[in-house]
């Protein structure tokens, strides 16, 4: 297989329903992404990601490169061999996390030098390392290395970051292209809107991208990062007429359902959020009517699933009052319980988002559909 395709099937007002053909198999759009930080989701096996309709998950450079190190995994056969998971994987390029470590850190032209939060070591990863660390690692979608400010930075300083991760891209694709010259379709590349809540810049990001090339992928980063979810939409409406409609558009770090359905009505295809799984963990659940948390003195002896509406495992085999049993004591099972309905409800939001934009229902349906989750409320 040669490069990524990407088809839309269905629109309806900016929401697109689409399918994306990677290396290691087929995605339907709009879809939610798990994310495996380390190689794992959280308290999830492949088979549970499997089960709850997962089709392409996310794993983190800078985590795997820190520990156990690109090298191992290519040894252990690459990332999809290594953890098991034969769909689908994109992983993200690190800047994020370089960028959130505490601790030491100084960037210049050249990259960024921080401290492993493992063993305190110097590091230093620029955007031809962050690339040659991806593509041995073999996921289907690498992304470009960025320089990541905070969500409330002021607009010089997200000017600087973002001249940065632009003159970043160009040496990031040159990179790419070299080792993709020997493998052509084995990964590719996407580069990353930044600019932070400055709409000037993201649209000047925008043109700076495809002045730079023709991409499979255009992601948008450095939203959900503490700023107002006003500023996100705002941002998202203001670059949606000028992202090249024939390629899928990846936003990163959102996933909570409202923001989900909201982004796909500005017309974002992928997501991806730890929320899910930390807050199965946590011991809070999604449910149409706002989220639940299951350690409530409520649920003891409440014999209804989870979510009723929900076909997951946890939901079809399990009553309220057990889920509580499990969390008040500590056990393991309630853990994976709650993160696997977790995953399965934005996974399922997703599906249901892509049968409304199919039957042009969409955009009626999901206004009502976060009316009730948040007119609910917390239970
Ligand atoms: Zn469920």
Known sequence: MST???????????????????PHGEVETPA????????????????DLEAVGARMVLANTYHLHVRPGEDTVAELGGLHRFMA???????????????SLEGFRRVDDEGVEFQSHVDGARRRLTPERAVEIQWALGADVAM????????????????????????????CARRHRALAAEHPGRQTLWPIV??????????SAVNSILD???????AVGGLAVGEPKTVMYEVLETIEPSLPSAVPRYLMGVGFPED?????????????????????????????????????????????????????????????GYLRHLFVADELLGLRLLSLHNVRFLVRLA?????????????????????RYNTRGTK
């Open 4 to 22: 990524p395709r990407f088809r839309i099937e269905a629109t309806d007002g900016a929401a697109r329903a689409g399918s994306l053909l990677l």
């Open 32 to 47: 939610f992404m798990p994310v495996g930080t380390q190689g794992t989701v959280r308290a999830l096996s492949p088979f």
């Open 85 to 99: 998971w034969p769909r689908p994987i994109l992983t993200d390029s690190g800047g994020f996390q370089v960028f």
């Open 144 to 171: 470009a290395f960025d320089h990541v400010v905070p969500g409330g930075a002021d607009e010089a300083a997200a000017r600087d970051a973002l001249e940065r991760t632009t003159r970043w891209l160009e040496r």
């Open 194 to 203: 930044q600019g932070a809540g400055h709409l000037g810049l993201r649209q």
């Open 212 to 218: 730079l090339g023709d991409w499979s992928g255009i």
């Open 260 to 320: 989900l359905l909201r982004a796909i009505a500005l017309g974002q295809d992928l997501f991806d959020c730890v929320a899910p799984t930390r807050n199965g963990r946590n011991g809070s659940a999604y449910t149409p009517d706002g989220p639940l948390n299951i350690r409530n003195a409520a649920h003891r002896a409440d014999p209804a699933p989870l979510d009723e509406t929900c076909d997951c495992e946890t939901c079809s085999s399990y009553s309220r």
């Open 351 to 371: 599906e249901e988002a892509r049968r409304r934009i199919a039957g042009g229902t969409f955009r009626a349906w999901h206004t009502e559909w976060i009316d």
